[in-house]
C-alpha cells in the first residue's frame, strides 16, 4: 500500500534578491577607480622617469631674484699698523727707564746708552772745528793785510804815473825852448811809458791777488763746513743715546737685558700704537687674480660689523696663498667718519669678508654641490615630483649663491646637492 506524502502540498517560493550587496559592490568598483586615479600621476612619472631618489637624500633650491654680492670670507689676523722697533745708534751700556708692557707716552724717554767711544769722537771733532776756524780767522786776517799791501802798492804806482806825466809836460816844454838835450826828452817820455806799465800791472796783480784771496777764504770756510756737518751728525747721534717713545702706546718686548753691552744698530725694543691696527690675511691663491687694491671689506668683531679697506697685496704666492692687508675705513661711502673699533688685541683672530663685485636685480640661486657635479652647466628642475635635467648657464659665484645667467627662470626650484648619483638621467622621481 502506497502512502501519499505532502510534497503535492508544498509551494515553491522565489528566494528575494539583496540590493546590499549590489551597493557594496558598487561602492568597492567607486573607490577602486578613485584610487586607481588618484595612482595614475605617480604611475605615469615612475614610467617616464629613468630612476628614483629619496628625498631625504637631495637638496632643493629656489631660483629668486635679487642684488647679487661676490665675496669672499677669510680669517684675518690683528696687526699694529704702526709698530717700530728702536735701534742702538752706537756701541755702549743700555739703560731701560721702561719695562715691556708699561704705557708710555710719545717723546717720553725709554732709555739710555752710555757710549765713552761716541762722546770722545765728538770731543775731536769739535776740537778739529775749532783749529779750522781759528785757520779761517786767521786767513781772512791775511787777506785783508795782503789787500792792503796791494793797495799800497796800486796807490804808489799811481803816484809814479803822475810824477812821470808832470815830469813829461815839463820836459815837452823844455824841449820846446831848447833847454834840455834830445836825449833828456826822450828819457821823460819812457819814464811817462814805464810808470803807465808798472800802474797798469799792480792794478791787475791786486785784482787777481783778491781773487786768490777770496778762494783761499772760501776752502778754509768749506773745510770748515764739512767739519761742523761732521761735528753735528756726532752731535745727533749722542742725542739718539737717549731713546725716545715715537708714539703713545705700549713698550713691547725687550731685546737685550737690563746694563748690557749693545753694539750699533742692534734692536733694542719696540713700540706698539693700539690707536691703529689693521689685519693681515692669507687670501687662496685662486683668488688673486680677482683682487684689487681698494676693494670694500667687513671686519666681524663681537658681533658688530667694521667697514674695512684692502690695502695691500703681495705680488708673490706663498704656501698656495696670497697674503694682503685690511685698513679699517676711516670715513663710509656718503664721507662721515667712522669710528675705530676698540678692545683689539695684537694677533687676534677675526673673520674678514673682502666684496669683491656687486650685482643688482640679477637671478640666482643658493650655491651647492649640483656646480661640481656638472661644471655648472646642467640643473635638475624640481616639477611634480619629477627631477627635469636642463642645460644651464652659470655666472659669477660668492660664498653663500651663483648667478644664472641662462636655463631658469624666478621661482623655479632645482637640486642643489651633488647629481652625480643620477648618471646623467633626463628624469628623475623624487620620493617621499
Known sequence: MKITDTSAQDTVIAPKKSTKIYSLVGLFFLALIIVLTMLYPYFSRWSDSSMSVSADRIRIGTVKRGDFVRDLSIQGR???AISPKLYSPAQGTIT???????????????????SPELSNQLKQEQSTLQRLQFELDRQRIQSKKQVLENQKFSDLAKVALTAADREKRRADQAYQSHSISQIDFEKAQDDLEN??????????DAKLNIESLEFEVQTKQLQVDRQALQVNELTRQEIDLTLLSPVNGIVGNLAVEQKNQVSKNQAIMSVVDLTEFELDVDIPESYAD????GMLAEVNINGQ??????VTISPEIENNQVTGRVRFAKTDSNANPLSAPSGLRQNQRLTTRILMESKRDVLMVERGQFLQSANGRVAYVVQDGLAIRTT???????????????????GQQIIISGTDQFNGANTVLISQ
Open 305 to 310: 660689523t667694521h667697514q674695512a679697506i684692502l
Open 290 to 293: 680677482d683682487l684689487a687694491i
Open 78 to 80: 690683528v696687526v699694529a
Open 96 to 114: 731701560f727707564l721702561v719695562d715691556a708692557g708699561d704705557t708710555v707716552l710719545q717723546s717720553q724717554t725709554l732709555a739710555t746708552i752710555d
Open 392 to 410: 644651464i648657464k652659470t655666472g659669477a659665484r660668492s660664498l653663500s649663491v651663483v648667478e644664472v645667467l641662462n636655463g631658469l627662470s624666478e
Open 195 to 204: 810808470a803807465k806799465l808798472v800802474h797798469k800791472h799792480s792794478v791787475n
